[in-house]
């Protein structure tokens, strides 16, 4: 088959045609007509995205923040720094819209996965009128790739029954590796490789750390890709779960710091802002916004506040510059290849402001706090050195996060004002831009990138892809501005909204309303949305949003609030939504649970990676646990089930042919249960019953081993996990993948079970008290993990 190059590529897949030769019976009597390979345009470039998570705009050297990256420095010298573009505010919608070119809500991304509704704008269900830019390159003859963090499938389809529609596979990218969700531990993460379950290639006692891995499995795919097909250009998507918590470097990396940041949070901004001005990258009169209210500033905060504060942004810092390092060597590859000058590197210092979802002091075990329990700096203090380590799960504080979004109000999540939507970005691509270390300032969204490359690639947007026509690209080609500094603004016009955080951009105005703060939590903490305060700023001459001028001009406000309606409606926006319990709860919010009404669940042995979201719950309520398991002749060791680990979860295995179980309180408390005597060899019935007590979430309650009906162990547990075991970490049969949930038994890879698991059956009783969680518990929690 041939492709018509008469037929243009509105039109995906471009329309196969018969191959046509001269009729003849031998085949000697004629001549074999050539089959052409699909093929982009000539001159088409090959593209390299980078993304860095939760990094805010005043974070990086280049943009003149305290994290070394000379990585990204290295591009912006030998291509263009963007000051003026900007994102959603928070993770799967910034992907979702940078890969459709459509506004997140019109991507049906209005937030996460997490907490979807049936809202339209709100499922997180990409419709496949909405095709990816992967899709369209792929289409059109690109080799396609991703790597790392791709958190927009939909929650209820991350299993092993798919569908896979909206895996990055169905994504429109030939190669995946890397990680569904919307974190992960990255000294022991929980992979996939296409849909399939894989492990890290080595363990952290062996100097395992994901980054580097995503690197090398990114540099082997495109080596072989040239190595095969060096007249096709390929499209890599390069998507780091760096810089989100838990922020994990190897050490050297984060005493590179040691000591950089004792001077504290404000000073750190301030010389940000210093450093900003002298590299060009804001104009000289601009100002420090104004700090959030709760924000102290560090000469107040106490001595052991300070201690711990310094070393969990030593250890952000080493973070972002180890991630930077390894995103060299790729570059480095490239270029030994010979193919960086004809590549278009994106590279994007944010998916959103930075994280201010460590709390007022930060964390040292995220997960604890996710689930409601206090975390004092009281405690983190003696474990100081641990922090980064696999034995932390930790998250820098709110001042951190608000100094590393300078010189900008807010941070990640509050979309209505810059430090949660404005982050850096540089563009090279030596072959296709001229300028050398220039600054481009026109105003630009994430949503522009992917016209961006179909006009670098030569190629249409099309209005047709699998059968299916196709909604309009929502963005704008940025490539007029490669050649031309003081080009005219072509985006005029951008609204902003998240959780009722809501804002709109135009023509150098912005009127924005902050609806909600990202770490307080509690009844009345949202106002109704008619109570919202408007604020207005005229960021031509107020760059960082410093001077409010909503009382001077009134009618300014009320225009563009009226545009902000108008624009809002267009794409989606409506109803608003900041509901926080309600969106927990699937049947309220109308998305679909796997188990619904289910009470009884038989898992089979290799069953592995399964999430949370798509499991029978057994927290806060009475349940059993039974494995049917055939132990050989001389015992049997190794894990029957665990779910969740080292930072919380539980386990039931066997030891020296003793079967226990237990339960991970954080890290901070372990429960075991033993039985009394060993298996028996053959086929044995085991079962743990647990008994809640009841009353709130969290509570204890009674745990019992049964083998082949007879009670061989009981033991009391005084507390549980009460709403959330990983952000990351999954169900495993068999085996614990990831970290361990005890020390009891060996790390990944030495813990499978000796014997065989026939099946394990979880069931439940009828007296779950989940639904006592504190609503803005559940939102904090939710969007924490993002």
């Not at 082949?708 to 085996?735: C, H, M, Q, W, Y």
């Amino acid at each position: 088959m041939a492709q018509d190059p008469s037929i243009g590529r509105e039109l995906l897949p471009i329309p196969d045609l018969p191959t046509r030769a001269k009729p003849a019976i031998d085949a000697r009597d004629t001549t074999a007509p050539p089959i052409h390979p699909l093929r982009p345009p000539e001159g088409a470039p090959n593209v390299l995205i980078v993304l860095i998570d939760d990094m805010g705009f005043g974070a990086t050297s280049t943009f003149g923040g305290p994290c070394e990256m000379p990585t990204l420095d290295r591009l912006a010298e030998r291509g263009l720094i963007y000051n003026r573009f900007h994102t959603t505010a928070l993770c799967s919608p910034t992907r979702q819209a940078l890969l459709t070119g459509r506004n997140h809500h019109s991507a049906e991304m209005g937030s996460v996965g997490e907490v979807a509704t049936s809202m339209p704008g709100q499922t997180s269900v990409r419709p496949n009128s909405v095709a990816t830019v992967a899709e369209m390159l792929r289409l059109n003859g690109y080799s396609t790739s991703a790597f790392g963090k791709m958190h927009q499938t939909p929650v209820w389809e991350v299993s092993v029954s798919g569908p896979f529609d909206r895996w990055p596979t169905g994504d429109g990218f030939e190669k995946f590796w890397g990680f569904v969700a919307g974190e992960t531990n990255q000294w022991e993460p929980t992979l996939f490789e296409g849909t399939t379950p894989t492990e890290p290639r080595a363990t952290p006692d062996e100097g395992y750390h994901i980054t580097e891995e995503q690197v090398d499995q990114g540099i082997a795919w495109v080596r072989a890709q040239q190595a095969m097909t060096p007249d096709k250009p390929f499209f890599m998507y390069m998507s780091y779960g760096a810089t989100h918590a838990p922020h994990h470097a190897p050490k050297e990396w984060i005493e590179q710091y040691k000591g950089r940041f004792d001077r504290g949070w404000d000073r750190v901004r301030e010389e940000t802002l210093a450093n900003q001005k002298a590299k060009g990258v804001v104009p000289e009169d601009t100002v420090l916004a104004s700090k959030p209210e709760g924000v102290v500033e560090w000469d107040e905060l106490s001595d052991d506040q300070r201690v711990v504060g310094a070393r969990l942004m030593e250890t952000y810092a080493g973070f972002a510059s180890h991630t930077d390092h390894h995103t060299g060597r790729l570059i480095d590859a490239l270029e030994d290849m010979g193919v960086l000058d004809d590549t278009i590197v994106l590279y994007i210092a944010g998916d959103n402001g930075a994280s201010a979802e460590g709390g007022l002091d930060g964390t040292f075990n995220e997960t604890k706090a996710l689930n409601g329990v206090p975390e004092t700096v009281e405690e983190i203090l003696p474990r100081l050195d641990e922090i980064g380590s696999p034995t932390s799960f930790n998250h820098y504080p709110v001042g951190w996060a608000h100094a590393m979004c300078a010189p900008y109000q807010w941070t990640k999540q509050v979309a209505s004002h810059f430090g949660g939507t404005r982050n850096g970005m540089v563009v090279s691509w030596p072959n296709g831009i001229a300028a050398r270390g220039e600054i481009r300032q026109q105003f630009h969204h994430v949503i522009d990138i992917v016209p961006t490359l179909l006009e670098a690639a030569g190629l249409p947007q099309p209005y047709m892809v699998n059968g299916i026509a196709q909604k309009p690209i929502e963005g704008v080609s940025m490539s007029y501005t490669f050649a031309d500094p003081d080009a005219e603004d072509r985006r005029t016009t951008q609204y902003f909204e998240m959780f009722g955080n809501r804002g709109i951009y135009h023509d150098g105005w912005t009127a924005v309303t902050k609806h909600r703060t990202p770490w307080e939590l509690g009844a009345g903490s949202v106002p109704p949305f008619g109570e919202d305060i408007w604020e207005l700023y005229n960021t031509t001459e107020d760059w960082s949003q410093a001077n409010d001028l909503a009382k001077q001009m009134p009618d300014k406000l009320r225009e563009l609030q009226e545009l902000f309606l108008l624009e809002a409606a267009k794409y989606n926006v409506f109803p608003l939504d900041d509901r926080t319990g309600e969106r927990f709860n699937p049947t309220i919010a109308g998305r679909p649970e796997l188990q619904a009404g289910r009470t009884s669940m038989r898992l089979g042995p290799g069953m592995t990676h399964l999430t949370e979201n798509t499991l029978l719950n057994t927290k806060n309520r009475s349940h059993a646990v039974t494995a049917e398991l055939v132990i050989p002749e001389g015992g049997a060791n190794g894990v029957v089930v665990a779910q969740g680990g080292r930072f919380a979860g539980w386990a039931v295995y066997v030891k020296d042919n003793v079967v226990k179980y237990c339960l991970n309180w954080f890290d901070t408390d372990y429960y075991y249960v033993a039985a009394e005597k060993p298996l028996p060899a053959g086929t044995v019935t085991v079962q743990y019953q647990f008994g809640f007590d009841g009353g709130t979430p969290g509570a204890g309650g009674n745990g019992r081993l049964i083998v082949d009906n007879e009670t061989v162990g009981e033991g009391r547990i005084e507390k549980t996990v009460p709403f959330l075991f990983s952000a990351d970490e999954t169900l495993d049969i068999g085996k614990d993948s990831a970290s361990p949930v005890t020390d009891d038994y060996p790390g990944p890879g030495e813990n499978v079970f000796t014997g065989t698991v026939n099946w394990v059956q979880v069931d439940l009783k009828d007296d779950d008290v989940s639904h006592l969680e504190d609503p803005e518990q559940i939102y904090h929690r939710i969007l924490a993990r993002q």
